[in-house]
């Protein structure tokens, strides 16, 4: 059990860092905003055909990608 703990907050740590280091990289080097944001989000909903608003399938509802 110890080890298991010891994992969870080392990888967390880990994870938290990268993440911090990401969004650094992302806002000094690219200074990307959040329609940058909304835009990869929408061109990763569509190459995953995941849909997050409602059960329909993702074909059905999806609007063209800048349209939201």
């Not at 993440?19 to 835009?39: I, N, P, R, S």
């Not at 993702?58 to 063209?64: A, D, G």
Request: with cysteine; charged share 25%; glycine share 8%.
């Amino acid at each position: 059990m110890r080890f298991i703990g010891r994992f969870m907050v080392e990888f967390g740590l880990l994870s938290s860092v990268f993440d911090v280091l990401t969004f650094a990289v992302l806002l000094g080097v690219f200074q990307a905003t959040v329609d940058v944001a909304d835009e990869c989000d929408e061109r990763i909903n569509c190459l995953t055909l995941s849909d997050d608003r409602g059960d329909e399938p993702s074909s059905v509802r999806r609007p063209p990608l800048g349209h939201r």
